[in-house]
Nanobody, 114 residues
Framework: QVQLVESGGGLVQAGGSLRLSCAVSINIFSLTAMAWFRQAPGKQRELVASVPRLGTVWYADSVKGRFTISRDGAKNTVYLQMNSLKPEDTAVYYC????????WGQGTQVTVSS
């Protein structure tokens, strides 16, 4: 299974920015796609953004225009740049490949205060 280590979360005021990183244990271009998910308290985990090996990126409507997913093949790292953060973006953020493997990383907490 692929090892995934998320980092970069924190506490930020509404309107602020954060950049999340996901270190992947294998060549990310050997995977069909990589993605970021999030899970807010009491809610199901949801897909936020994905970047395929080939093709265009995808964003959930709730983050479109504010979040940007990118990757660095040399570092086997996937990023999520989050701008104009809102309190409703508060969640634990996870990365995973697509389709997702059963094993998830520990995630990184993002808290946006109003």
């Amino acid at each position: 299974q692929v090892q995934l280590v998320e980092s970069g979360g924190g506490l930020v005021q509404a309107g602020g920015s954060l950049r999340l990183s996901c270190a992947v244990s294998i060549n990310i271009f050997s995977l069909t796609a990589m993605a970021w998910f999030r899970q807010a308290p009491g809610k199901q985990r949801e897909l936020v953004a994905s970047v395929p090996r080939l093709g265009t990126v995808w964003y959930a409507d709730s983050v479109k225009g504010r979040f940007t997913i990118s990757r660095d093949g040399a570092k086997n790292t996937v990023y999520l740049q989050m701008n104009s953060l809102k309190p409703e973006d508060t969640a634990v953020y996870y990365c995973n490949k697509l389709p997702p493997q059963a094993f998830w990383g520990q995630g990184t907490q993002v808290t946006v205060s109003s």
